[in-house]
Protein backbone atom coordinates (compact mmCIF):
# COMPACT_ATOMS: atom_id res chain seq x y z
CA UNK A 1 0.00 0.00 0.00
CA UNK A 2 1.52 3.83 -0.94
CA UNK A 3 0.98 6.24 1.40
CA UNK A 4 -1.38 8.14 0.11
CA UNK A 5 -2.98 5.12 0.12
CA UNK A 6 -2.79 4.97 3.81
CA UNK A 7 -3.07 8.07 4.56
CA UNK A 8 -6.33 8.40 2.68
CA UNK A 9 -7.54 5.28 4.58
CA UNK A 10 -6.59 6.85 7.98
CA UNK A 11 -9.04 9.65 7.68
CA UNK A 12 -7.36 12.42 6.42
CA UNK A 13 -8.15 13.75 2.67
CA UNK A 14 -5.20 14.67 0.14
CA UNK A 15 -6.08 17.84 -2.42
CA UNK A 16 -4.06 18.85 -4.94
CA UNK A 17 -2.53 22.44 -4.53
CA UNK A 18 -1.45 22.81 -8.15
CA UNK A 19 -4.03 24.00 -11.45
CA UNK A 20 -2.70 23.80 -14.59
CA UNK A 21 -4.21 23.37 -18.27
CA UNK A 22 -1.72 20.88 -18.95
CA UNK A 23 -2.60 18.99 -15.77
CA UNK A 24 -5.69 18.40 -16.67
CA UNK A 25 -4.95 17.68 -20.63
CA UNK A 26 -2.20 15.38 -20.03
CA UNK A 27 -4.33 12.92 -17.74
CA UNK A 28 -1.94 13.57 -15.08
CA UNK A 29 -5.30 14.67 -11.99
CA UNK A 30 -7.18 11.57 -13.72
CA UNK A 31 -3.85 9.75 -12.99
CA UNK A 32 -3.85 11.20 -9.23
CA UNK A 33 -7.40 10.69 -8.55
CA UNK A 34 -7.23 7.17 -9.21
CA UNK A 35 -3.60 5.90 -8.30
CA UNK A 36 -3.22 8.44 -5.52
CA UNK A 37 -6.31 9.01 -4.15
CA UNK A 38 -6.21 12.54 -4.20
CA UNK A 39 -9.88 13.60 -3.61
CA UNK A 40 -9.74 17.44 -4.20
CA UNK A 41 -7.61 20.52 -5.46
CA UNK A 42 -7.21 24.05 -4.31
CA UNK A 43 -6.24 26.86 -6.58
CA UNK A 44 -4.63 30.68 -5.82
CA UNK A 45 -3.80 33.77 -8.31
CA UNK A 46 -0.22 32.87 -7.56
CA UNK A 47 -0.78 29.24 -9.40
CA UNK A 48 -2.30 30.97 -12.35
CA UNK A 49 -0.25 33.59 -12.79
CA UNK A 50 2.83 31.08 -12.86
CA UNK A 51 0.38 28.61 -15.52
CA UNK A 52 -0.70 31.73 -17.58
CA UNK A 53 2.75 33.13 -18.00
CA UNK A 54 4.37 30.16 -18.68
CA UNK A 55 2.38 28.07 -21.46
CA UNK A 56 0.49 28.75 -24.66
CA UNK A 57 -2.04 26.49 -23.48
CA UNK A 58 -4.57 29.55 -22.13
CA UNK A 59 -3.92 31.63 -25.27
CA UNK A 60 -7.11 30.16 -27.32
CA UNK A 61 -9.68 30.77 -24.25
CA UNK A 62 -7.83 34.47 -23.03
CA UNK A 63 -8.36 35.66 -27.05
CA UNK A 64 -11.99 34.31 -27.05
CA UNK A 65 -13.20 36.35 -23.98
CA UNK A 66 -11.18 39.50 -24.79
CA UNK A 67 -13.08 39.66 -28.20
CA UNK A 68 -16.02 40.41 -25.51
CA UNK A 69 -14.24 43.32 -23.85
CA UNK A 70 -14.01 42.06 -20.36
CA UNK A 71 -11.64 43.62 -18.10
CA UNK A 72 -8.78 41.49 -16.92
CA UNK A 73 -10.44 40.80 -13.71
CA UNK A 74 -13.50 39.22 -15.24
CA UNK A 75 -11.46 37.46 -17.99
CA UNK A 76 -9.26 35.79 -15.96
CA UNK A 77 -12.15 34.51 -13.46
CA UNK A 78 -13.52 33.38 -16.91
CA UNK A 79 -10.49 31.08 -17.63
CA UNK A 80 -9.77 29.77 -14.51
CA UNK A 81 -13.21 28.66 -14.15
CA UNK A 82 -12.55 26.70 -17.62
CA UNK A 83 -10.32 25.04 -15.58
CA UNK A 84 -11.63 24.66 -12.46
CA UNK A 85 -15.08 23.32 -14.07
CA UNK A 86 -13.36 20.86 -15.40
CA UNK A 87 -11.54 19.52 -12.19
CA UNK A 88 -14.50 19.89 -10.80
CA UNK A 89 -16.49 17.15 -13.36
CA UNK A 90 -13.16 14.94 -12.32
CA UNK A 91 -13.82 14.80 -8.36
CA UNK A 92 -17.96 15.17 -8.95
CA UNK A 93 -17.65 11.25 -7.81
CA UNK A 94 -16.09 11.37 -5.06
CA UNK A 95 -18.68 14.98 -4.05
CA UNK A 96 -21.36 12.31 -4.60
CA UNK A 97 -20.19 9.22 -2.96
CA UNK A 98 -19.26 11.23 0.03
CA UNK A 99 -22.09 13.20 0.27
CA UNK A 100 -20.67 16.79 -0.13
CA UNK A 101 -17.76 16.13 2.29
CA UNK A 102 -15.11 15.86 -0.54
CA UNK A 103 -14.61 16.36 -3.83
CA UNK A 104 -13.87 20.44 -3.64
CA UNK A 105 -12.22 22.94 -6.09
CA UNK A 106 -11.04 26.40 -5.05
CA UNK A 107 -11.52 29.43 -6.13
CA UNK A 108 -10.19 33.10 -4.71
CA UNK A 109 -11.72 35.83 -4.61
CA UNK A 110 -9.86 39.33 -5.77
CA UNK A 111 -7.71 40.21 -2.85
CA UNK A 112 -8.21 43.49 -3.72
CA UNK A 113 -11.87 43.54 -2.22
CA UNK A 114 -11.48 40.84 0.64
CA UNK A 115 -8.54 42.91 2.85
CA UNK A 116 -10.90 46.09 2.51
CA UNK A 117 -14.52 45.85 1.71
CA UNK A 118 -16.14 42.95 2.76
CA UNK A 119 -19.66 44.21 1.46
CA UNK A 120 -17.83 43.58 -2.09
CA UNK A 121 -16.38 40.68 -1.41
CA UNK A 122 -19.54 38.92 -0.38
CA UNK A 123 -21.34 40.43 -3.86
CA UNK A 124 -17.64 38.97 -5.58
CA UNK A 125 -18.11 35.12 -4.48
CA UNK A 126 -21.80 34.75 -4.57
CA UNK A 127 -21.32 35.89 -8.11
CA UNK A 128 -18.92 33.59 -8.95
CA UNK A 129 -20.47 30.87 -7.23
CA UNK A 130 -23.42 31.60 -9.45
CA UNK A 131 -21.72 31.79 -12.18
CA UNK A 132 -19.76 28.33 -12.32
CA UNK A 133 -23.52 26.56 -11.35
CA UNK A 134 -20.88 24.12 -9.50
CA UNK A 135 -21.96 21.89 -6.58
CA UNK A 136 -18.34 21.54 -5.83
CA UNK A 137 -16.91 25.03 -5.64
CA UNK A 138 -15.61 26.53 -2.68
CA UNK A 139 -14.60 30.27 -2.92
CA UNK A 140 -11.79 30.98 -0.90
CA UNK A 141 -11.74 34.42 1.15
CA UNK A 142 -8.99 35.35 3.57
CA UNK A 143 -9.81 34.89 7.01
CA UNK A 144 -8.31 38.47 8.10
CA UNK A 145 -10.53 40.86 10.28
CA UNK A 146 -11.99 42.51 7.55
CA UNK A 147 -12.65 39.21 5.77
CA UNK A 148 -14.30 37.54 8.76
CA UNK A 149 -17.35 39.98 8.32
CA UNK A 150 -17.58 38.54 5.04
CA UNK A 151 -16.61 35.16 5.54
CA UNK A 152 -19.88 35.27 7.76
CA UNK A 153 -21.92 37.03 5.19
CA UNK A 154 -21.09 34.50 2.31
CA UNK A 155 -21.92 31.67 4.65
CA UNK A 156 -25.44 32.96 5.62
CA UNK A 157 -26.06 33.38 1.56
CA UNK A 158 -24.91 29.77 1.11
CA UNK A 159 -21.68 30.15 -0.79
CA UNK A 160 -19.20 27.38 0.64
CA UNK A 161 -16.11 29.31 1.77
CA UNK A 162 -12.82 27.90 2.07
CA UNK A 163 -10.90 29.79 4.47
CA UNK A 164 -7.43 30.93 3.84
CA UNK A 165 -4.82 32.63 5.15
CA UNK A 166 -4.92 31.39 8.69
CA UNK A 167 -2.00 30.78 10.88
CA UNK A 168 -2.85 30.44 14.28
CA UNK A 169 -5.00 28.95 16.55
CA UNK A 170 -7.01 32.02 17.31
CA UNK A 171 -6.78 33.16 13.85
CA UNK A 172 -8.60 29.54 12.92
CA UNK A 173 -11.02 29.99 16.35
CA UNK A 174 -12.38 33.27 14.81
CA UNK A 175 -12.64 31.90 11.24
CA UNK A 176 -14.50 29.02 13.05
CA UNK A 177 -16.95 31.54 14.72
CA UNK A 178 -17.68 33.75 11.78
CA UNK A 179 -18.79 30.19 9.77
CA UNK A 180 -20.76 29.24 12.66
CA UNK A 181 -22.31 32.87 12.88
CA UNK A 182 -23.32 32.72 9.14
CA UNK A 183 -24.70 28.51 9.81
CA UNK A 184 -26.55 29.64 13.27
CA UNK A 185 -28.31 33.00 11.06
CA UNK A 186 -29.71 30.99 8.22
CA UNK A 187 -31.38 28.47 10.65
CA UNK A 188 -32.85 31.47 12.28
CA UNK A 189 -33.67 32.49 8.37
CA UNK A 190 -35.30 29.25 7.58
CA UNK A 191 -32.79 28.18 5.73
CA UNK A 192 -30.88 25.13 5.13
CA UNK A 193 -27.84 24.78 7.40
CA UNK A 194 -25.94 22.46 4.49
CA UNK A 195 -23.43 25.11 3.65
CA UNK A 196 -19.74 23.20 4.04
CA UNK A 197 -16.99 25.40 4.26
CA UNK A 198 -12.72 24.67 5.22
CA UNK A 199 -10.58 26.52 7.33
CA UNK A 200 -6.56 26.92 6.02
CA UNK A 201 -3.99 26.59 7.99
CA UNK A 202 -0.28 27.99 6.46
CA UNK A 203 2.71 25.69 8.40
CA UNK A 204 5.48 25.93 6.16
CA UNK A 205 5.95 29.64 6.42
CA UNK A 206 6.29 29.77 10.27
CA UNK A 207 9.29 28.00 9.88
CA UNK A 208 10.72 30.06 7.09
CA UNK A 209 9.83 33.41 9.38
CA UNK A 210 12.33 32.00 11.98
CA UNK A 211 15.04 30.10 9.80
CA UNK A 212 18.20 31.32 11.32
CA UNK A 213 16.97 33.23 14.31
CA UNK A 214 16.59 30.01 16.71
CA UNK A 215 18.54 27.33 18.06
CA UNK A 216 19.42 24.36 15.76
CA UNK A 217 17.43 22.19 18.14
CA UNK A 218 13.76 24.33 17.12
CA UNK A 219 14.66 23.78 13.12
CA UNK A 220 11.63 22.98 11.21
CA UNK A 221 9.53 22.52 15.00
CA UNK A 222 7.27 25.44 14.92
CA UNK A 223 4.46 25.21 12.69
CA UNK A 224 4.25 21.66 13.53
CA UNK A 225 3.83 22.67 16.63
CA UNK A 226 1.08 25.50 15.84
CA UNK A 227 -0.14 23.10 14.05
CA UNK A 228 -0.48 20.25 16.54
CA UNK A 229 -1.49 22.98 18.90
CA UNK A 230 -5.00 24.16 16.03
CA UNK A 231 -5.49 20.39 15.53
CA UNK A 232 -6.67 20.10 19.64
CA UNK A 233 -8.32 23.42 19.18
CA UNK A 234 -10.31 21.94 16.10
CA UNK A 235 -11.06 18.53 17.76
CA UNK A 236 -12.48 20.41 21.23
CA UNK A 237 -14.49 22.35 19.19
CA UNK A 238 -16.18 19.73 17.41
CA UNK A 239 -17.29 18.73 20.67
CA UNK A 240 -18.77 21.77 21.85
CA UNK A 241 -22.30 21.97 22.55
CA UNK A 242 -22.03 24.92 20.07
CA UNK A 243 -21.34 22.69 17.37
CA UNK A 244 -23.32 19.62 18.35
CA UNK A 245 -26.54 21.79 18.28
CA UNK A 246 -25.76 22.84 14.73
CA UNK A 247 -24.56 19.13 13.49
CA UNK A 248 -28.14 17.92 15.26
CA UNK A 249 -29.63 20.81 13.49
CA UNK A 250 -27.61 19.43 10.22
CA UNK A 251 -24.94 21.37 9.59
CA UNK A 252 -21.86 20.22 8.66
CA UNK A 253 -18.57 20.85 10.94
CA UNK A 254 -15.97 23.28 8.90
CA UNK A 255 -12.97 21.01 8.47
CA UNK A 256 -9.66 21.89 9.39
CA UNK A 257 -6.87 22.39 6.04
CA UNK A 258 -3.33 22.17 6.22
CA UNK A 259 -1.84 24.55 3.57
CA UNK A 260 1.51 25.60 2.72
CA UNK A 261 2.44 21.93 3.70
CA UNK A 262 5.74 21.96 1.14
CA UNK A 263 9.46 21.63 2.76
CA UNK A 264 11.28 24.84 2.42
CA UNK A 265 13.99 24.01 3.62
CA UNK A 266 16.28 21.99 1.36
CA UNK A 267 17.96 20.12 4.16
CA UNK A 268 14.69 19.04 5.54
CA UNK A 269 12.89 15.93 4.71
CA UNK A 270 10.97 17.32 1.70
CA UNK A 271 7.87 14.74 3.03
CA UNK A 272 7.94 16.27 6.59
CA UNK A 273 5.01 18.43 6.72
CA UNK A 274 2.68 16.11 5.70
CA UNK A 275 4.39 13.03 7.64
CA UNK A 276 3.91 15.47 11.15
CA UNK A 277 0.39 16.52 10.83
CA UNK A 278 -1.31 13.25 9.75
CA UNK A 279 -4.53 13.07 11.58
CA UNK A 280 -8.12 11.94 11.27
CA UNK A 281 -11.41 14.14 9.97
CA UNK A 282 -8.65 16.71 8.43
CA UNK A 283 -7.16 17.86 4.87
CA UNK A 284 -3.88 18.01 3.57
CA UNK A 285 -3.60 20.34 0.27
CA UNK A 286 0.12 20.23 -0.90
CA UNK A 287 2.21 21.10 -3.93
CA UNK A 288 2.13 18.08 -6.60
CA UNK A 289 5.80 17.88 -5.94
CA UNK A 290 5.48 17.01 -2.18
CA UNK A 291 2.36 14.80 -3.36
CA UNK A 292 4.51 12.56 -5.62
CA UNK A 293 7.44 12.82 -2.66
CA UNK A 294 4.82 11.37 -0.57
CA UNK A 295 3.61 8.91 -3.15
CA UNK A 296 7.08 7.73 -3.59
CA UNK A 297 8.61 7.53 -0.03
CA UNK A 298 6.00 8.72 2.51
CA UNK A 299 5.57 7.67 6.02
CA UNK A 300 2.50 7.08 8.18
CA UNK A 301 3.01 6.75 11.63
CA UNK A 302 0.75 7.52 14.40
CA UNK A 303 -2.53 9.91 14.21
CA UNK A 304 -2.59 13.04 15.75
CA UNK A 305 -5.06 13.08 18.79
CA UNK A 306 -6.22 15.67 20.82
CA UNK A 307 -4.52 14.68 23.78
CA UNK A 308 -1.65 16.87 25.04
CA UNK A 309 1.55 16.61 22.67
CA UNK A 310 4.77 18.07 22.74
CA UNK A 311 3.48 21.24 21.16
CA UNK A 312 3.32 22.89 24.36
CA UNK A 313 6.46 22.57 25.12
CA UNK A 314 7.52 23.30 21.95
CA UNK A 315 5.82 26.34 21.53
CA UNK A 316 7.38 27.75 25.11
CA UNK A 317 11.09 26.51 24.04
CA UNK A 318 10.89 29.63 21.01
CA UNK A 319 9.26 32.42 23.06
CA UNK A 320 12.11 31.39 25.34
CA UNK A 321 14.15 31.97 22.26
CA UNK A 322 12.56 35.23 21.56
CA UNK A 323 9.98 34.29 19.32
CA UNK A 324 6.44 36.05 19.90
CA UNK A 325 4.81 33.70 18.53
CA UNK A 326 1.50 35.60 18.59
CA UNK A 327 3.12 38.81 17.25
CA UNK A 328 4.47 36.77 14.31
CA UNK A 329 0.82 34.93 13.31
CA UNK A 330 -0.08 38.60 12.86
CA UNK A 331 3.26 39.13 10.84
CA UNK A 332 2.60 36.35 8.83
CA UNK A 333 -1.31 37.03 7.85
CA UNK A 334 -0.33 40.23 7.07
CA UNK A 335 2.50 39.45 4.93
CA UNK A 336 0.72 36.93 3.07
CA UNK A 337 -1.77 39.28 2.64
CA UNK A 338 0.24 41.52 0.73
CA UNK A 339 1.52 38.51 -0.92
CA UNK A 340 -1.70 37.82 -2.13
CA UNK A 341 -2.05 41.36 -3.38
CA UNK A 342 0.74 41.75 -5.28
CA UNK A 343 0.56 37.97 -7.17
CA UNK A 344 -2.96 39.24 -7.98
CA UNK A 345 -1.48 42.25 -9.52
CA UNK A 346 1.36 40.24 -11.27
CA UNK A 347 -1.77 38.19 -12.77
CA UNK A 348 -4.20 41.19 -13.85
CA UNK A 349 -0.89 42.84 -15.64
CA UNK A 350 0.03 38.79 -17.27
CA UNK A 351 -3.89 38.73 -18.02
CA UNK A 352 -3.94 42.41 -20.04
CA UNK A 353 -0.12 41.67 -21.53
CA UNK A 354 -1.57 38.41 -22.91
CA UNK A 355 -4.72 40.04 -24.07
CA UNK A 356 -2.86 42.42 -26.68
CA UNK A 357 -0.37 39.34 -27.69
CA UNK A 358 -3.04 37.04 -28.41
CA UNK A 359 -5.77 39.65 -30.15
CA UNK A 360 -3.13 40.49 -32.27
CA UNK A 361 -2.23 36.85 -33.45
CA UNK A 362 -5.70 36.32 -33.80
CA UNK A 363 -7.58 38.85 -34.94
CA UNK A 364 -11.28 38.94 -34.87
CA UNK A 365 -11.52 36.35 -32.29
Known sequence: MIATQALH???????LDSITRELLDSGRLEHYITDLFVTGLTSNPTLFDHAIRRSSDYDASIAREAAGGLSPELLF??????DLSRA???FLPVHQRTRGQDGWVSLEVSPLLAFEQPELTVEQATMLHAEAGLP??????PGTP??????EEATFA????????LFSTEQYLAAADAYMKGIERRLEAGESPEVPSVASLFISRWDKAVEGQVPESLRNRLGIAVGERTYRAYCELRESARVRRLVSEGASMQTLLWASTGTKDPTARDTLYVEALAAADTINTMPENTLLAFADHGRVG???TREEWESDEVLEEFKTAGVDVDGLATQLQREGADSFVKSWNSLMVCIAEKSEEVGAAHPGM
Do not use: H, Y
Request: aromatic letters at 8%; proline letters at 5%.
Open 9 to 15: EAGQRLW
Open 77 to 82: FRVALE
Open 88 to 90: AGL
Open 136 to 141: NLFIKI
Open 146 to 151: TGLRAI
Open 158 to 165: GVPINVTL
Open 302 to 304: PLL
